[in-house]
């Protein structure tokens, strides 16, 4: 397709390319890492903090499988020993959907022994979810993160994580949830 056809077609000059999306998602992921993930800290000073984009730089073995999630949170406790913490996805508009889950969110979600975050963009928190029901992928938590002048802003958009609140009706589940 030519730059002069793109400009006619409103439908072709909505879609965001590869590049820009790749960036979007990268910029997101760096600075989620900076804002929830920062360590090593004083009550944590022994956790490291990897950004996998745009390059891997820590991959996670999950059986026969390497992993490598946007955002890993390992404990260096000695020099030869690393146990993982924290896993976190950072999803653009586009991978809001099954197959993006199916691919991504539910292998970092079953490593065992580890806390896993998903983070959307604001607007496809309620579809995150859904997808992850009917999936049944259990994060630790859901936020959603979107783009401000002042930065990036990041919100928690998780219900309290305990088997009473599935018994709750939606208007206390929603009154008790993280504001």
């Not at 890492?33 to 009550?43: H, N, S, V, Y």
């Not at 979600?109 to 963009?121: D, E, K, M, N, T």
């Not at 936020?143 to 088997?163: A, L």
């Amino acid at each position: 397709m030519s730059e002069e056809t793109r400009w006619e077609d409103i439908d072709q000059l909505l879609n965001r390319s590869e590049r820009t999306k790749d960036e979007s998602r990268t910029k997101a992921a760096q600075q989620i890492a900076e804002l929830r993930f920062k360590f090593p800290t004083t009550a944590h000073p022994s956790y490291r903090t990897f950004v996998n984009l745009p390059e891997v730089t820590m991959a996670v073995q999950s059986g026969k499988r390497e992993l490598a999630p946007d955002i890993v949170v390992v404990d260096k406790v000695k020099t030869a020993e690393t146990l993982l913490k924290i896993t976190a996805v950072v999803a653009i508009t586009e991978e809001v959907n099954e197959d993006e889950a199916r691919a991504n969110w539910a292998p970092a979600a079953s490593i065992p022994g580890q806390a896993f975050y998903l983070f959307v963009p604001v607007g496809c928190g309620a579809a995150a979810k859904k997808i992850c029901g009917r999936l049944k992928i259990r994060p630790e938590g859901y936020r959603t993160w979107r783009f401000t002048p002042q930065g990036i802003e990041i919100n928690d958009i998780s219900e309290p994580s305990s088997p009473i609140a599935a018994l709750m009706p939606g208007f206390v589940r929603r009154a008790l949830a993280t504001p």
